[in-house]
């Protein structure tokens, strides 16, 4: 019976260029070819691969299919070749296991390469669609206004810590829309000087009743230190808080406008995430990102350990431990801490906000275990849920989380 001849393509994608490297099924080098990373050049760069690789079937393998190597990895899927995702920790694995563990395009492509070899039985073959492609672009947008959002509020906070000492008891909430108004038209003491209680009170009482505007001058008005600041310095902030404030409100707004096309691609997709409890359209989005399609995934437990939630195993003769894992993708890790935290949290009417999962968690603290560890014991069972959901294209059912006793801790 004749076997088939295997070729594997290891490709190490950059922003201006493409390295590939090809062995056979003895991880014999049949060749390195570069190309320029833009789609007019793919034709040949796969021609050129095609003729070093002298028949047979070619399995590609890429490290990046979303950023550098995006374009790459839709003309191969285009051309109905087979592409499989490699993960970078396996390719970092396979170099420090080298005598001379050399660090080059040629090298990171032969290291590629020869995971690829070994491990494309396990890899699946899969195709994003352009819907999760496009998810994956705004779920990232949104995740970098959000940083520039936190950085600006800390900056704020600093700014303020300066100028306003206790600013945090003039407000209920400092980033609010009237404390906002404060900050940027009194964005040092010195303005309050000749302002009265009373006529700061009249201006804000456009964000809030006068029973509260009254007591929140009257608060600012007797908090404030009567010294005055260095004039330097004053000229300095009342620049730099009104800039920070409108920095604030910009990033607000940007969020709010990619808000609404993340939530119109999570209605055009097959999953229903956003059924959980606890799980809102941004945490949807953030999970169907990083996870889709669930095809990637032969169980939940590979699920599970690439979001680094399975324990990591530590085992020798007889003796065998396990440990909480600090591998796998931290930022999907993330996303369930949060959905779990949120799950097992009181709503201000006292009742929990998900009754089962609260349940669950109570009852894994009554067990004896801590609370970190009933937390870890609830996100094992979100991915569990947030798997079948996906694999199934349904609806969260309830009656899946009481049954689902396979990974109770």
């Not at 490709?11 to 390195?32: L, P």
């Not at 909430?173 to 302002?195: Q, S």
């Not at 437990?301 to 990591?312: E, V």
Request: glycine letters at 4%.
């Amino acid at each position: 019976m004749k076997t088939e001849k295997y070729h594997f393509v290891g490709v190490d994608t950059h922003k201006y260029s493409h390295t590939a490297a090809i062995i056979d099924q003895t991880f014999n080098q049949s060749g390195i070819v570069e190309t320029t990373a833009l789609p007019k050049h793919y034709p040949a760069f796969l021609k050129k691969i095609r003729t070093k690789a002298e028949g047979g079937k070619i399995i590609f393998g890429l490290e990046d299919t979303a950023g550098f190597g995006a374009s790459l990895y839709r003309f191969l899927i285009n051309n109905d070749l087979d592409v499989r995702e490699i993960n970078p920790v396996k390719t970092k694995r396979e170099r420090l296991h080298k005598l001379h563990p050399d660090k080059s395009d040629p090298d990171d492509a032969l290291d590629i390469a020869k995971v690829l070899a070994q491990e494309w039985r396990k890899l699946p073959s899969f195709k994003r669609s352009p819907e999760i492609e496009a998810l994956q672009k705004l779920t990232r947008q949104r995740d970098d206004f959000v940083g520039q959002l936190i950085t600006a509020k800390n900056h704020l906070h600093a700014a303020l810590h300066l100028i306003y000492p206790g600013y945090q008891q003039f407000f209920p909430e400092v980033f609010e829309k009237g404390a906002m108004a404060f900050w940027e038209k009194y964005p040092t003491a010195c303005h309050l000087k000749n302002i009265g209680s009373q006529r700061l009170a009249q201006y804000l009482v456009t964000w809030y009743t006068c029973k509260e505007a009254d007591s929140i001058a009257t608060k600012i008005m007797s908090l404030i230190e009567s010294k005055d600041y260095p004039q330097q310095l004053a000229d300095a902030y009342e620049r730099i808080i009104p800039m920070l404030v409108s920095d604030i409100r910009g990033i607000q707004e940007k969020i709010a406008i990619i808000e609404k096309p993340i939530e119109q691609t999570i209605m055009q997709l097959p999953y229903q995430l956003h059924t959980i409890q606890g799980v809102g359209i941004v945490s949807a989005a953030q999970l169907i990102a990083q996870i889709a399609p669930p095809e990637r995934f032969a169980s939940s437990d590979k699920l599970a350990r690439f979001a680094g939630i399975a324990p990591a195993k530590y085992g020798s003769a007889n003796r065998l431990r396990f440990h909480r894992s600090r591998t796998g993708r931290r930022s999907l890790h993330k996303t369930f801490f949060l959905i779990a935290l949120s799950q097992i949290a009181i709503n201000r009417d006292g009742k929990p906000r998900c009754p089962a999962a609260r349940k669950y968690f109570l009852r894994k603290v009554e067990e004896g275990k801590s609370k970190m560890h009933a937390l870890k014991c609830l996100q094992r069972r979100l991915v569990d849920i947030v798997y079948a959901m996906m694999k199934n294209h349904t609806p969260y059912n309830p009656k899946f989380s009481k049954n689902n006793k396979k990974n109770d801790g």
